[in-house]
Nanobody, 126 residues
Framework: QVQVVESGGGSVQAGGSLRLSCAVS????????IGWFRQVPGKEREGVAA???????FYIGSVRGRFSVSRDSAKKTVYLQMNNLQPEDTAMYFC????????????????????WGQGTQVTVSS
């Protein structure tokens, strides 16, 4: 059974950086999609960025140019580098695993993901 675990959240001031990690276990191949989502209380979960099985990437407009997704296949870990963080980036961040999404042109919907992590909190103060 596939499991994903996020880490790396924390509190930073506006303009700071954090790197989130998503460790994958229980899947023997290196071609898989990881989506990064975030949620604040009272709002719907929002897809932020994703990396496809072919390493294609997608970012929503509000984070494009500030966030970057990368993969370390040897460690079976996907990273979300977040630079120039702003208070509006404050949220619980989740990663999600999909064995079905290879090439991505847009943010895959929730239904495509088979496993979700528990989340890691990111708080950005002004």
């Amino acid at each position: 059974q596939v499991q994903v675990v996020e880490s790396g959240g924390g509190s930073v001031q506006a303009g700071g950086s954090l790197r989130l990690s998503c460790a994958v276990s229980g899947y023997r191949w290196n071609s898989y999609c990881i989506g990064w989502f975030r949620q604040v209380p009272g709002k719907e979960r929002e897809g932020v960025a994703a990396i496809g099985g072919d390493d294609s990437t997608f970012y929503i407009g509000s984070v494009r140019g500030r966030f970057s997704v990368s993969r370390d296949s040897a460690k079976k870990t996907v990273y979300l580098q977040m630079n120039n963080l702003q208070p509006e980036d404050t949220a619980m961040y989740f990663c999600a695993f999909s064995s079905r999404v290879h090439n991505i042109q847009n943010m895959p919907g929730n239904v495509f993901f088979e496993a979700w992590g528990q989340g890691t909190q990111v708080t950005v103060s002004s």
